[in-house]
């Protein structure tokens, strides 16, 4: 296991190592006693056939499913005094949560529930889609030896798998241990999979050949999404490159004005049923998923280091379902725009929907 100098304590910083089989039998008989916990103050109960210690003995990290536990909530500890404070933030564990429980269920075609909520996976979309897809990859060096997906998810495209082609080991992030099971699954050994928190990387500095994190940093709570752009530019090696896929949201001029009377309709729809709600007496619905999007200025005013705004996709998928369609020239209208954005990738980048920000040390 080669890639565990690479790792530190998310809590120390501290290196970390493998568990001997001593040390395993050790815990696990602790473990049988109810003496062992998790940081978060949950007994932990689960015996072990691998995990990780930091090189004091404070912290272990335990390996489960070939899934390596490196959120600090997680670290098993021996002792209450080592309890943490501070837990998980309930916006982080909302999106944890959809995830684990929604997110990555696939239907009867073998979509995961996330591609058919915020997706457009009709045919007529198909070929647009691809090409988008494609982008990423002339970002990102051709080769390496580490390339990290930050929130990988379960890796829910065929054509995702393309960016790790020539690097020895791709690196999966996530919340989500179902969504790190199924990227394992289809990643095999060159997959190593981490249950952490991107906001707090549990890698040293310029450890990083590459990195991508697609359609992710918006699902953070919002005044940590610089943090989190921040821990990737620090564990990205020297002449390292990286790609974010970010979404304007309501910040696209394009999309405001194309999409101003179907959103007229929608804030209407929830004005009344908001009163109509409160007239049954009932509370605000529960939140699905976290999401918040920032403008471009915000991010050019806190990013302390230098990034290019290119395009991924100039339009939304709610634009997509309601003017794109295959009898109206559907895929026409979508190679017009590929091509578009092809010559103008920063104004589109910055104009509409989807930008790439590309990084490089």
């Given at each position: 296991?080669?890639?565990?100098?690479?790792?530190?304590?998310?809590?120390?910083?501290?290196?970390?190592?493998?568990?001997?089989?001593?040390?395993?039998?050790?815990?696990?008989?602790?473990?049988?006693?109810?003496?062992?916990?998790?940081?978060?103050?949950?007994?932990?109960?689960?015996?072990?056939?691998?995990?990780?210690?930091?090189?004091?003995?404070?912290?272990?990290?335990?390996?489960?499913?070939?899934?390596?536990?490196?959120?600090?909530?997680?670290?098993?500890?021996?002792?209450?005094?080592?309890?943490?404070?501070?837990?998980?933030?309930?916006?982080?564990?909302?999106?944890?949560?959809?995830?684990?429980?929604?997110?990555?269920?696939?239907?009867?075609?073998?979509?995961?529930?996330?591609?058919?909520?915020?997706?457009?996976?009709?045919?007529v979309s198909k070929e647009y889609i691809?090409?988008?897809?494609?982008?990423?990859?002339?970002?990102?060096?051709?080769?390496?030896?580490?390339?990290?997906?930050?929130?990988?998810?379960?890796?829910?495209?065929?054509?995702?798998?393309?960016?790790?082609?020539?690097?020895?080991?791709?690196?999966?992030?996530?919340?989500?241990?179902?969504?790190?099971?199924?990227?394992?699954?289809?990643?095999?050994?060159?997959?190593?999979?981490?249950?952490?928190?991107?906001?707090?990387?549990?890698?040293?500095?310029?450890?990083?050949?590459?990195?991508?994190?697609?359609?992710?940093?918006?699902?953070?709570?919002?005044?940590?999404?610089?943090?989190?752009?921040?821990?990737?530019?620090?564990?990205l090696a020297a002449k390292g490159k990286?790609?974010?896929?970010?979404?304007?949201?309501?910040?696209?001029?394009?999309?405001?004005?194309?999409?101003?009377?179907?959103?007229?309709?929608?804030?209407?729809?929830?004005?009344?049923?908001?009163?109509?709600?409160?007239?049954?007496?009932?509370?605000?619905?529960?939140?699905?998923?976290?999401?918040?999007?920032?403008?471009?200025?915000?991010?050019?005013?806190?990013?302390?280091?230098?990034f290019q705004l290119k395009v991924w996709?100039?339009?939304?998928?709610?634009?997509?379902?309601?003017?794109?369609?295959?009898?109206?020239?559907?895929?026409?209208?979508?190679?017009?725009?590929?091509?578009?954005?092809?010559?103008?990738?920063?104004?589109?980048?910055?104009?509409?929907?989807?930008?790439?920000?590309?990084?490089?040390?």
């Amino acid at each position: 296991m080669e890639w565990i100098e690479i790792l530190k304590c998310p809590i120390t910083g501290k290196d970390v190592r493998a568990l001997e089989p001593h040390e395993i039998e050790s815990l696990n008989s602790k473990v049988a006693a109810g003496a062992v916990w998790q940081a978060d103050g949950k007994v932990f109960s689960t015996p072990l056939t691998k995990g990780l210690i930091t090189t004091d003995g404070a912290y272990i990290y335990p390996i489960i499913n070939e899934i390596i536990l490196l959120l600090k909530d997680l670290a098993v500890v021996d002792s209450q005094d080592k309890l943490l404070k501070e837990t998980i933030s309930a916006d982080k564990q909302l999106v944890k949560n959809f995830y684990d429980e929604k997110g990555w269920t696939a239907n009867e075609k073998g979509d995961y529930e996330d591609a058919v909520i915020f997706e457009d996976l009709r045919d007529v979309s198909k070929e647009y889609i691809k090409k988008c897809h494609d982008r990423v990859r002339r970002f990102l060096n051709p080769s390496g030896t580490y390339m990290l997906d930050a929130a990988s998810g379960a890796l829910q495209f065929p054509d995702y798998l393309q960016y790790s082609d020539n690097y020895k080991y791709r690196i999966c992030v996530d919340f989500s241990f179902t969504a790190l099971s199924e990227a394992k699954r289809k990643l095999g050994d060159k997959g190593i999979c981490v249950l952490c928190d991107m906001t707090n990387m549990p890698f040293k500095d310029g450890k990083i050949d590459g990195f991508i994190s697609l359609n992710t940093i918006y699902h953070i709570p919002k005044d940590e999404q610089v943090t989190a752009m921040k821990e990737l530019y620090r564990v990205l090696a020297a002449k390292g490159k990286g790609v974010i896929v970010y979404e304007w949201f309501k910040h696209s001029p394009w999309m405001n004005v194309g999409l101003f009377p179907f959103r007229a309709a929608v804030f209407t729809k929830n004005r009344l049923k908001e009163a109509f709600n409160k007239v049954a007496g009932k509370g605000a619905p529960e939140k699905m998923l976290y999401f918040h999007a920032h403008p471009y200025e915000y991010f050019k005013k806190n990013l302390p280091f230098a990034f290019q705004l290119k395009v991924w996709r100039s339009i939304s998928v709610p634009f997509m379902k309601y003017y794109i369609h295959a009898p109206l020239f559907g895929k026409q209208i979508l190679n017009w725009l590929y091509n578009k954005e092809e010559r103008e990738p920063e104004k589109c980048g910055l104009k509409g929907e989807y930008p790439i920000f590309v990084f490089e040390k």
